[in-house]
């Protein structure tokens, strides 16, 4: 793993193995914020909020997304 500070971070890449859970969540979690609209603009005011923050790494960032984004999830299976 490459560690680079945040500001200087340009791109995230996931790399996964196809049709495994990982994969199915993401796919769950795109085609509901797809539809979604109420969720969609959340998560997009969250994203923004959490941008500007001083981050040491993408953890922290991702970190500080993650109860919204499960809450996002929880709602995604249902509407499955």
Same mark, same amino acid.
């Not at 996964?16 to 979690?29: A, K």
């Not at 909020?49 to 109860?67: H, I, Q, T």
């Given at each position: 793993? $490459?560690?680079? +500070? &945040?500001? &200087? @971070?340009?791109?995230?890449?996931? $790399? $996964?193995?196809? +049709? ?5 969540? +993401?796919?769950?979690? @795109?085609?509901?914020? @797809? $539809?979604? &609209?109420?969720? %969609? ?11 500007? %923050? ?13 109860? +919204?984004i ?5 709602r995604? @299976?249902?509407?499955?």
């Amino acid at each position: 793993m $490459v560690d680079i +500070h &945040h500001e &200087h @971070r340009k791109t995230h890449i996931h $790399v $996964v193995p196809l +049709h495994s859970n990982w994969w199915y969540d +993401h796919i769950l979690f @795109r085609d509901y914020l @797809r $539809v979604s &609209h109420v969720d %969609r603009i959340q998560y997009e005011g969250i994203k923004k909020e959490l941008s500007v %923050r001083n981050w040491n790494n993408g953890n922290e960032y991702a970190s500080a997304k993650s109860d +919204h984004i499960k809450a996002i999830l929880k709602r995604d @299976r249902e509407w499955k």
